[in-house]
């Protein structure tokens, strides 16, 4: 039983996507709503497509890059907080949260996407 839950979470990681289709499914199963499964299963998967980011770029050049992932989610946090401040006047805590975890959600798949290209590419090209 260990095994497979390991086997699950290492193909979850490896492949966000998987993941993604997971939640949204188990959301569309629960609530019988679309749009809102959508926003659960991207909000649900930020991690796992960090992750797996954190992963592809290990394996393309040999080196961790989780202090440039961190710095890429902070930086982001702080120029939304600040943009948020600017349009708001105030803070809203769970809107601004809310928001940031969705930028994040859009920058990690979109480099999900082009690092797993670039990784098919060079290793094509290498072999």
């Known amino acids: 039983m260990s ?5 699950f979470i290492a193909t979850v990681i490896t492949l966000p996507l998987l993941g993604w289709y997971v939640l ?9 709503k679309k749009a809102r499964a959508i926003r659960v299963a991207s909000d649900g998967s930020v991690v796992l497509f960090m992750a797996a980011v954190y992963f592809i770029m290990y394996e393309l050049w040999g080196r961790s890059f989780l202090w440039m992932i961190l710095a890429i989610f902070f930086f982001i946090a702080m120029v939304f907080t600040w943009l948020h401040w600017q349009a708001a006047g105030d803070i809203y805590t769970r809107k601004l949260l809310k928001g940031i975890w969705r930028v994040n959600f ?5 480099l999900y996407l082009v690092l797993s290209g670039y990784g098919l590419i060079s290793r094509l090209i290498t072999s």
């Open 3 to 7: 095994q497979v839950l390991s086997w």
């Open 24 to 32: 949204y499914l188990i959301t569309v199963k629960l609530t019988k």
């Open 106 to 110: 859009l920058l990690f798949f979109f």
